[in-house]
Nanobody, 119 residues
Framework: QVQLAESGGGLVQAGGSLRLSCAAS????????MGWYRQAPGKQRELVAD???????NYADSVKGRFTISRDNAKNTVYLQMNSLKPEDTAVYYC?????????????WGQGTQVTVSS
């Protein structure tokens, strides 16, 4: 079993910054990809950004140039630096990881952290 522990959400004014962190722990052989998704009220969950074990990056068009994803493989931790935040970035942000246990891959999700951007 694998646990994802998120931190760093909160309330910030438009134009401000927040940094989210997500640490994976448990039965991990390797983590193939880690990422962040978000879900705003009344909307579907969407990909914000993800990063592979090799460092390949992928961003939603809406956050390109404002958000930066990074990971520390030694700590099994992924970060999301969010700058120039907008009210439309308000959502619950979920960490996700694709974990390989030596035989199979599994998808894991964090419990979510609220990010609220006031105008």
């Amino acid at each position: 079993q694998v646990q994802l522990a998120e931190s760093g959400g909160g309330l910030v004014q438009a134009g401000g910054s927040l940094r989210l962190s997500c640490a994976a722990s448990g039965s991990i052989f390797s983590i193939n990809a880690m990422g962040w998704y978000r879900q705003a009220p009344g909307k579907q969950r969407e990909l914000v950004a993800d990063i592979t074990s090799g460092g390949s990056l992928n961003y939603a068009d809406s956050v390109k140039g404002r958000f930066t994803i990074s990971r520390d493989n030694a700590k099994n931790t992924v970060y999301l630096q969010m700058n120039s935040l907008k009210p439309e970035d308000t959502a619950v942000y979920y960490c996700a990881a694709v974990v390989y246990d030596g035989k199979y891959e599994y998808d894991y999700w964090g419990q979510g952290t609220q990010v609220t951007v006031s105008s």
